[in-house]
Nanobody, 116 residues
């Protein structure tokens, strides 16, 4: 059974930082072949792509987070990370991890709140 478990969310002040982690199980042998992504959904809004990293470690980012967020992966640990710096109140959302290859899997999400 494939599971994606996000962690690292919480409350941060504007200008602060958080680091999200997504640990994958059930796809360990082939984790390195998956494209891994972080998405977010704010109240009343659609889920949107934040950042994605391919099996070849190519990355792409939403314009709203370029220069502030960094996605990375550690295939030995079956984990993908999202380093978030210079956080803004508009970054407040539930952040979801996604694994995609032939099939797509989603995590349960972790809440990120940016507020003073």
């Amino acid at each position: 059974q494939v599971q994606l478990v996000e962690s690292g969310g919480g409350l941060a002040q504007p200008g602060g930082s958080l680091r999200l982690s997504c640990a994958a199980s059930g796809i360990s042998i082939v984790f390195r072949f998956y494209t891994m992504g972080w998405y977010r959904q704010a109240p009343g809004k659609e889920r949107e792509l934040v950042a994605r990293v391919t099996s070849g470690s190519s990355t792409n980012y939403a314009d709203s987070v370029k220069g502030r967020f960094t996605i990375s992966r550690d295939n030995a640990k079956n984990t993908v990370y999202l380093e978030m710096n210079s956080l803004k109140p508009e970054d407040t959302a539930v952040y979801y991890c996604k694994a995609e290859r032939v099939q797509t899997y989603w995590g349960q999400g972790t809440q990120v709140t940016v507020s003073s």
